[in-house]
């Protein structure tokens, strides 16, 4: 049986090969994170089931490659298998969705009448967006999310070494590498100010200016997500959200937090987006996820703080009202949070097939 790996697929998929990936998982699971511009068919059972005729309603151009999809790469290879016998050039995807999770891609973003970079590094499958912002010779990471390597390769790439690394709150969904990067790049670790972290790092506060030659970003303190979620600014046009804010909804004040807690933090949140809100209108919104699968064309996931506004009407309401609306709406918690937030808290990474299954779903960290 011929298989494909995850670096390969993705390599296919962001040169924009003429290729079929094919779901074949329940609907539901589907619905939970994706593999963008995939085909659908619900035929998981059948194919576990070794009908034969369980993709008899596939029809596909006999000449281009068909991936299989699965959760976890097992189911898919019967599929691939079927397909094969159809006389279809058939690969299973190794390892499934879960494999997926940390496959990614990337858009470039011009900030107007500078020579500042931004790279948007997106874990398409997750929804996961993290930053690589560089000039000259230089470059900062804002929420590493994927295996160091991947910014190092990126910033070589560009003449930058990566100086420093920069989280904007404990994440809940995802394990952070930026310890990681920062022990194996030699640039300083920059986290917002708290108790919750048992290694070391240089804290950042309320209205701190970080900056260097070329490259110059501002700290506003956002709690409401978590207590010390932090946003960054950089030159004073484009905003580094985190969880904080996104295009159409704002981070859940829950996670890790009792009825009382959920409550206080979702009054903090209103103060935060607000604070926010007195930015200029055509500030540029960079958020830390994206809930849809991330497509391999090249478009940033951004919008503009006017636009948000337009989408996201819970601000307008009174501050009682606010939080009533936000807690009445949290969505479920992401699987194994507890787990990653103690990994996040500690800076340790575990072993890699622990990686996969703690990560393992699309991220639900936004309210909308």
């Known amino acids: 049986m011929r298989t494909i790996d995850t670096e390969t697929l993705r390599a296919w998929l962001e040169e924009d090969r003429p290729i079929t990936v094919l779901d074949i998982r329940p609907l539901a699971e589907r619905a939970e994170w994706a593999i963008p511009g995939s085909l659908h068919l619900d035929t998981y059972e059948a194919l576990k089931a070794h009908d034969p005729e369980a993709l008899s309603s596939l029809a596909v ?7 299989t999809v699965c959760g976890a790469g097992k189911t898919s290879q019967i599929a691939a298998e079927q397909l094969a016998a159809r006389g279809l050039q058939a690969y299973s995807l190794e ?23 931004v790279i948007q590094v997106r874990r398409t499958g ?4 993290s930053y690589l912002i560089g000039a000259d010779n230089e470059a900062f990471v804002i ?8 910014y190092l390769d990126l910033a070589r790439k560009h003449g930058w070494q990566v100086t420093s690394v920069f989280d904007t709150h404990i994440h809940a969904d995802h394990l952070s590498r930026s310890r990681q990067l920062a022990e194996r790049s030699g640039a300083t670790l920059v986290l917002p100010d708290q108790q919750r972290v048992s290694f070391h790092f240089r804290a950042i506060h309320d209205g701190d200016l970080f900056e260097t030659h070329r490259l110059r ?53 209103y103060h935060s987006l607000h604070k926010l809100f ?22 940033p996931i951004a919008t503009t703080l006017a636009e948000v506004k337009e989408q996201v009407k819970s601000i307008y309401a009174s ?49 909308s």
């Open 61 to 67: 151009p006999p000449d281009r490659p068909v991936v």
């Open 95 to 117: 390892g499934g969705m879960k494999a997926w999770s940390v496959a990614w891609n990337t858009a470039e973003i011009a900030v107007a009448g500078s020579a500042v970079q």
């Open 126 to 129: 997750k929804g996961c967006l």
């Open 143 to 150: 929420d590493a999310a994927l295996d160091p390597q991947v």
């Open 217 to 269: 970003l501002s700290a506003l303190q956002t709690p409401g997500h978590t207590q010390e979620s932090t946003c960054y600014l950089l030159d004073g046009q484009v905003l580094f959200t985190g969880d904080t804010l996104f295009p159409t909804g704002v981070g859940r004040p829950d996670l890790g937090a009792d009825k009382r807690q959920a409550q206080a933090r979702a009054s903090q949140l």
């Open 278 to 299: 007195a930015l200029p209108a055509s500030t540029l919104i960079l958020p830390g996820h994206t809930s849809q699968p991330v497509p391999f064309d090249g478009i």
């Open 319 to 367: 501050h009682d009202q606010f939080v009533q609306t936000i807690l009445s709406r949290i969505p479920p918690p992401p699987p194994h949070y507890e787990q990653i937030v103690q990994f996040n808290e500690t800076g340790l990474q575990p072993e890699s097939n622990v990686v996969i299954d703690l990560e393992a779903g699309g991220n639900r960290c936004a309210i």
